[in-house]
């Protein structure tokens, strides 16, 4: 094993850091290996790594044996990458892919995802991995373990009740999210000016009585003015409604005007529980169906 100190220091020899890639490169071997630990992954497993940067994590996850697929969008980490770890490239172990993980093809057989994320990918890496997750045509992934920003964590497991929001609220829809280790900015090269956390994912089991999209469209819209009273943001049509299986502007309209006087609706968002929302569109959906 080189070591992430001595992978780090190799690339920033070759290359300065792209700041608009937000690359800060965790130097800690035991908080690389923590992420290994989080994810059980094994030699059964095959694995996407996104942003792989100087290789900390690639080397780790490599000497589990596993399968890796690791997507690099810098040019100059991908020529490192594939110097370092030629061997594996070479037999096949590594599969390195040059290009930007939000929009690359993703193996069809992944069992988990581990990876120090550039912070700015964070939200649309979680729609990603829900749209993976739901795909009929994918291997259900069992274990996404991924570092991210303090704050961002925070939200997505609603730590405190200020975290209440659509963020959180959607993922439960299709996650267990828990939230792990902290990790300071000096285990980082160069230094971010901010805390992360490590945040564990596991699929939601959970059978739901009604769509999930409609669920999600009834979050996304009441916390779209979080401060207003239900009865105020969800008197307008989603624009994205018509994607939904069977409902249309006037069906929308229909059910709101059926529970218009419900006492739900002077509530505002953050004031719902989960299950609150769960309740919400099961009733919506019970109004304005076509005969």
């Known amino acids: 094993m080189r070591g992430a100190r001595w992978l780090v220091d190799s690339l920033r020899a070759k290359q300065e850091v792209d700041k608009s890639l937000g690359q800060h490169y965790l ?6 290996s923590r992420a290994v630990e989080l994810a059980e992954v094994n030699s059964d497993d095959h694995v996407l790594e996104i942003g792989p940067g100087p290789g900390v994590l690639t080397e780790v996850l490599l000497d589990t044996g ?12 991908v020529e490192h990458l594939s110097g370092i770890f030629a061997a594996e490239i070479k037999s096949g172990q590594l599969n390195l ?5 939000l929009i690359s093809a993703w ?7 581990v990876a120090n994320i550039p912070y700015q990918i964070s939200s649309p890496l979680i729609e990603l991995l829900t749209r993976n997750l739901r795909n009929p045509h ?6 996404v373990v991924v570092l991210v920003q303090e704050e961002f964590a925070e939200r997505l497991v609603m730590e405190y009740e200020s975290d209440v929001g659509s963020l959180g609220m959607t993922a439960l829809l299709d996650w267990n999210s828990e939230i792990e280790d902290k990790v300071a900015p000096h285990h980082f090269s160069p230094n971010p000016k901010v805390h992360s956390r490590y945040i564990h994912m596991t699929p939601q089991q959970e059978e739901f009585p009604c769509d999930k999209r409609l669920v999600r469209l009834l979050i996304h819209a009441g916390f779209a003015e979080r401060r207003k009273k239900l009865r ?8 994205r409604l018509n994607r939904l299986p069977e409902w249309h502007a006037v069906r929308w309209k229909a059910a709101y005007s059926a529970f218009i006087e419900d006492e ?8 719902f529980e989960f299950d609150d929302w769960l309740e919400l569109a099961t009733d919506f959906a019970s109004f304005g169906e076509e005969e």
């Open 66 to 77: 596993c399968r890796l697929t690791a997507i690099e969008i810098d040019e100059g980490a």
């Open 138 to 143: 994918t291997e259900e992934i069992s274990d």
């Open 97 to 101: 892919i040059s290009g930007d993980a």
């Open 107 to 113: 193996p069809k057989d992944l069992s988990k995802v």
């Open 232 to 239: 105020s943001t969800l008197k307008r049509v989603p624009k």
């Open 264 to 271: 739900r609706m002077d509530a505002r968002p953050e004031e």
């Open 27 to 32: 130097i800690s071997d035991e908080l690389i």
